[in-house]
């Protein structure tokens, strides 16, 4: 009979992938992630190499350009860094506009969209405006960062010093004066260290914008958004809340008790792609140990380490790097609120390098969803508009 029809074979359900995870969007040649064996390299070193040899301005300038500088473009572009660390007056005036209540990272991002707004070049995308523009960026946040922690003590603002490097000088306008070198040192273990790490979300967050042909400071602000979440960047100053929280090592056992009762997220722990430790924790944690023996703070190590080892311990989650960070920034007598801008000054690094790289081989990111509102319904036919 030839009006006999086979039925259609049914749609294969919708592969969901709720949160992306496992999800593979692209290739990427800023760094390498590998969960097997605990390793992150940048451009294909390793991020423990760089933290012990290198400095931060030369890691930013290795993600951007690929390669790790000569002397003669180590020095142009640390001429350039200092050239643009003044905090800029409509900035300052904008910053200022904010209260002293608002959190940090809202006055960063703020400050970032004010930065991006005043530069007549900002919707110049190629790739050698875009690499300008980031590195103004990288030189302009210290004293965004700064500034802020210094108008919420009642502080003037400092301005930088151009025989300073980076770190030095970024400890030196928010505290107006340089610390010990292995203090400076920590920081700029810890710039290096939260610099890049492949598609993490606020990276991604500027990859989709980038994706529309926006300009770069718009991708920078979304993901400064992005960031800003206690399950992101957040973290850094959420271990610091838990920390004064739970009071003191003696602590731990009953306060995890609770929490794990009430089946709390932890701060500090777990992670997305690393499941048994990240690669960058064994390497800030010596950071912490140094500036923990240089305050004499072992109620602080004690803390740290009772912690870690009974969560460990009790749930298979490892620390992230924001678990020793948070202290970290915290010993070096940073406010908590401003941790996570510190994480923006040093992603911002990552973040545009992912920006240009999009530019250059972009397709729109544009995912797609199965709809399971309510079944098509029709509005009841009214004679004429009301
Ligand atoms: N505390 C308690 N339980 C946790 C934690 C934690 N920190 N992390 C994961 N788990 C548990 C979850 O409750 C979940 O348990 P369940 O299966 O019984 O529901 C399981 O482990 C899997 O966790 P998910 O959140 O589904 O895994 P995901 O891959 O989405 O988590 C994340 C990654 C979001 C980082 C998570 O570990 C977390 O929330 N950690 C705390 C926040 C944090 O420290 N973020 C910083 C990330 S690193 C960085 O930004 C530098």
């Known amino acids: 009979d030839s009006t006999t029809t086979t039925a259609p074979a ?32 940048y451009r294909g070193y390793p991020v423990q190499e760089l933290a012990a040899a290198k400095r931060f301005e030369e890691v930013a300038y290795l993600l951007w350009h ?79 960062v700064a500034y802020d922690q210094r108008r919420r003590r009642g502080q003037v603002v400092v301005p930088p010093r151009d025989d300073l490097g980076y770190s030095a000088n970024f400890l030196y306008m928010t505290f107006g004066e340089v ?3 292995l203090v400076v040192d920590a920081f700029d273990v810890s710039m290096i260290l939260y610099a890049e790490h492949s598609f993490n979300a606020s990276t991604f967050t500027a990859r989709v914008i980038t994706s529309t042909l926006s300009d770069l400071y718009s991708a920078v602000v979304g993901a400064i958004g992005a960031l800003k979440g206690p399950l992101h960047g957040g973290a850094n100053e959420a271990v610091m809340h838990l920390f004064e929280e739970i009071g003191s ?46 305050y004499d703070r072992p109620d602080v190590a004690a803390l740290y380490d009772a912690l870690a080892t009974e969560f460990v311990a009790r749930t ?60 098509e319904r029709h509005v009841p036919v009214v004679v004429g508009r009301p």
């Open 10 to 41: 049914p749609a294969p359900a919708p592969d969901i992938r709720k949160g992306l995870t496992g999800v593979v969007v692209d290739t990427t040649a800023i760094s390498k992630v590998n969960p097997d064996t605990n390793s992150l390299l």
């Open 66 to 144: 690929g390669e790790l500088p000569d002397a003669a473009q180590l020095a142009a572009f640390r001429a350039g860094e200092r050239a643009g660390r003044a905090l800029q007056p409509n900035v300052r005036t904008a910053i200022d506009l904010l209260p002293t209540t608002a959190h940090p990272m809202d006055v960063v991002r703020t400050a970032v969209s004010v930065f991006g707004a005043s530069d007549p070049t900002a919707d110049d995308s190629s790739p050698e405006a875009n690499l300008a523009k980031a590195k103004a960026l990288f030189a302009a946040l210290p004293a965004m």
């Open 179 to 181: 610390p010990d070198q």
């Open 249 to 294: 090592a003696e602590n731990v056992t009953p306060w995890l008790d609770g929490a794990l009762a009430e089946r709390r997220k932890i701060m500090g722990f777990g992670h997305r792609v690393y499941k048994s430790g990240d690669s960058r924790v064994p390497t800030m944690k010596s950071a912490l140990d140094t500036l923990i023996a240089h």
């Open 316 to 375: 298979g989650i490892h620390p992230n790097l924001d678990y020793p960070s948070g202290p970290a920034y915290h010993l070096m007598g940073f406010d908590t609120p401003t941790f996570t801008p510190l994480f923006v000054a040093s992603r911002v690094t990552g973040w545009t390098a992912h920006i240009i790289e999009q530019a250059a081989a972009n397709a729109l990111i544009r995912p797609l969803s199965v709809y399971d509102g309510v079944e």
